[in-house]
Antibody
Framework: QVQLVESGGGVVQSGRSLRLSCAAS????????IHWVRQAPGKGLEWLAV????????YYADSVKGRFTISRDNSKNTLYLLMDRLRPEDTAVYYC????????????WGQGTLVTVSS | QSALTQPASVSGSPGQSITISCTGT?????????VSWYQQHPGKVPKLMIY???NRPSGVSNRFSGSKSGNTAFLTISGLQAEDEADYYC??????????FGGGTKLTVL
């Protein structure tokens, strides 16, 4: 079955960097676009970024453009999110999520990893 | 990239039907068929309920249906059940190749 397992979350000081990983299994990773989505405590879902199946195209939400970088390694079935210049408002659960095949619709989500940015 | 507009809350009694709206613009909801709806129970991961405006994934009850008119998409839940109480989010593809979520709607089953 489809599995997406995030890791790399934790407590980090404001202004520092953190890299999240998402290990995928149960589907052909190299054929799907993959996203990062976050949810601040008690708040709604916020879309952050997407990377195409081969990594050639990347798109970001304005709120993180220039600070966050999405990447993937299809040989390792792994997605990454490098987060620079972190702010307290970046505190959230970060989810990776996959698109359906050949359609820009998210169908499966990981369990999420909590990032807490302390001031 | 403004969030899509959803009502903060809706409620209904068991057996009734409710509809949640999701309003965007011609650059997102109105311009594409790629509108999805997600259900999220407290402390749980979002679950896909509707994709491409009106399609249900395998395993999702046919009590859930989706539609769209202009720049607004709709999620209708018929025959409300206690287990339907959750937060619901819409999501749309955009003209910038990005995605945008709605602010979420809390459904209360009375």
């Amino acid at each position: 079955q489809v599995q997406l397992v995030e890791s790399g979350g934790g407590v980090v000081q404001s202004g520092r960097s953190l890299r999240l990983s998402c290990a995928a299994s149960g589907f052909t990773f190299s054929r799907h676009g993959i996203h990062w989505v976050r949810q601040a405590p008690g708040k709604g879902l916020e879309w952050l970024a997407v990377i195409s199946y081969d990594g050639s195209d990347k798109y970001y939400a304005d709120s993180v453009k220039g600070r966050f970088t999405i990447s993937r390694d299809n040989s390792k079935n792994t997605l990454y999110l490098l987060m620079d210049r972190l702010r307290p408002e970046d505190t959230a659960v970060y989810y990776c999520a996959k698109d359906q095949l050949a359609a820009p619709s998210i169908d499966y989500w990981g369990q999420g990893t909590l990032v807490t940015v302390s001031s | 990239q403004s969030a899509l507009t959803q009502p903060a809350s809706v409620s209904g009694s068991p057996g009734q039907s409710i509809t949640i709206s999701c309003t965007g613009t011609s650059s997102d909801v109105g311009g594409y068929k790629y509108v999805s709806w997600y259900q999220q129970h407290p402390g749980k991961v979002p679950k896909l309920m509707i994709y491409e405006v009106s399609n249900r994934p395998s395993g999702v009850s046919n009590r859930f249906s989706g539609s769209k008119s202009g720049n607004t998409a709709f999620l209708t839940i018929s025959g409300l059940q206690a287990e339907d109480e959750a937060d619901y989010y819409c999501n749309s593809y955009t003209s910038s190749n990005t995605r945008v979520f709605g602010g979420g709607t809390k459904l209360t089953v009375l």
